[in-house]
């Protein structure tokens, strides 16, 4: 056996690859907008905010357009960023998509997940209910969140992965609406453990609807959300 054999057949890279600024950046502002420091629709001060996170321009830019192609950042006929604002109907379709994705993932996962797989997803719909009440919003969804993405890495299915990672970066913050919402949390858990329940069984139907209610509780949130923010008055949007 030559001297590198034996690494290569390992499986696993030495290097893990490093981040670059830009995708670090685009973290940060993710997590600016989903928080509504800032709001959809307004313009977005790229000096400002450069002057913000302690970077140049040139990686904010590249971090603006990773934000762009996932939908969170749209661009003005003369090139100015803004914060992407969808209208109901737009999000809507989008939700019928991802609920559609995540339906199938579900049944496919019920055929071909493991029990360590199955054990790690009720683990994480028992975390969400044990720990609602005593954490923050942001961190509540970054659970529910990798509650969603582990259902559907278990469906084994590259093309149906990529594509709901795809679209659901574009819900991105319309989720964390959804999710933040205390007077439907009860229903959001329930709803979770029926999911995990579902999967336990190996229940494709039963996984399948209950999911798909489950994106429908997603919309009616937003839909809330959106009356009620039509009802406050305006406000300065300062970084």
Not at 29 to 40: G, H, N, S, T
Not at 63 to 76: F, M, Q, T
Not at 135 to 145: G, R, S, T
Not at 153 to 176: K, V
Request: net charge negative.
């Amino acid at each position: 056996m030559q001297p590198l054999d034996e690494l290569k057949t390992s499986g696993q890279p030495l290097l893990k690859p490093r981040r670059s600024l830009a995708d670090e950046a685009a973290d940060a502002l993710r997590e600016l907008i989903l928080l509504e420091k800032l709001k959809p629709g307004i313009p977005i001060p790229e000096r400002d905010l450069a002057s913000v996170l302690g970077i140049s321009r040139t990686p904010l830019r590249e971090a603006l357009k990773i934000l762009e192609h996932e939908g969170l950042v749209e661009y003005s006929s003369t090139r100015r960023p803004f914060v992407a604002n969808p209208s109901l109907l737009e999000l809507a379709d989008l939700i019928k998509i991802i609920g559609a994705l995540e339906s199938l993932a579900g049944e496919l996962a019920c055929e071909r997940a493991n029990q360590d797989e199955i054990d790690s997803i009720a683990a994480l719909a028992e975390e969400m209910s044990e720990k609602s009440d005593r954490i923050e919003p942001l961190e509540f969804f970054k659970i529910d969140m990798e509650f969603h993405r582990q259902l559907v890495a278990a469906s084994r299915n590259p093309a149906l992965i990529e594509t709901h990672r795809q679209y659901n970066a574009r819900l991105w913050r319309a989720r964390f609406v959804s999710s933040r919402r205390a007077t439907r949390r009860t229903m959001t858990l329930d709803q979770h453990d029926q999911i995990a329940d579902s999967l336990r069984k190996r229940d494709t139907r039963q996984i399948s609807i209950a999911l798909r209610n489950h994106l429908d509780t997603t919309i009616n949130n937003i839909s809330e959300d959106q009356e009620e923010n039509l009802s406050k008055p305006p406000e300065n949007h300062p970084l």
